[in-house]
Nanobody, 116 residues
Framework: VQLQASGGGLVQAGGSLRLSCAAS????????MGWFRQAPKKEREFVAT????????AYADSVKGRFTISRENGKNTVYLQMNSLKPEDTAVYYC??????????WGQGTQVTVSS
């Protein structure tokens, strides 16, 4: 399984970024996908998850109302639209395949830096 995340970068507070994660080596259309993040000196934390059809999503309280997870099964890609970014959103963002509690595969991570 390979998960290739992209779209990170440096943005000012209040700005937006869209992360993408291209998947291969798995049956993407039936896989739950998710995003996690890890800030410096902190543990990796859950951000968002989406079921196979896109009809069921869930978010961490800290990003609810600002971030949106979506997917295109025809492109084997999951997205994370991040709006109203805050400095505390600064982290390395990872996409993951599988159940939120125990993902079966991780991407390599993409850095998101939000300046104040």
């Amino acid at each position: 399984v390979q998960l290739q995340a992209s779209g990170g970068g440096l943005v000012q507070a209040g700005g937006s970024l869209r992360l993408s994660c291209a998947a291969s080596g798995l049956t993407f259309s039936t896989s739950r996908m998710g995003w996690f993040r890890q800030a410096p000196k902190k543990e990796r934390e859950f951000v968002a998850t989406i079921n196979w059809s896109g009809g069921n999503t869930a978010y961490a309280d800290s990003v609810k109302g600002r971030f949106t997870i979506s997917r295109e099964n025809g492109k084997n890609t999951v997205y994370l639209q991040m709006n109203s970014l805050k400095p505390e959103d600064t982290a390395v963002y990872y996409c993951a395949a599988g159940a939120t509690a125990a993902p079966v595969a991780w991407g390599q991570g993409t850095q998101v830096t939000v300046s104040s």
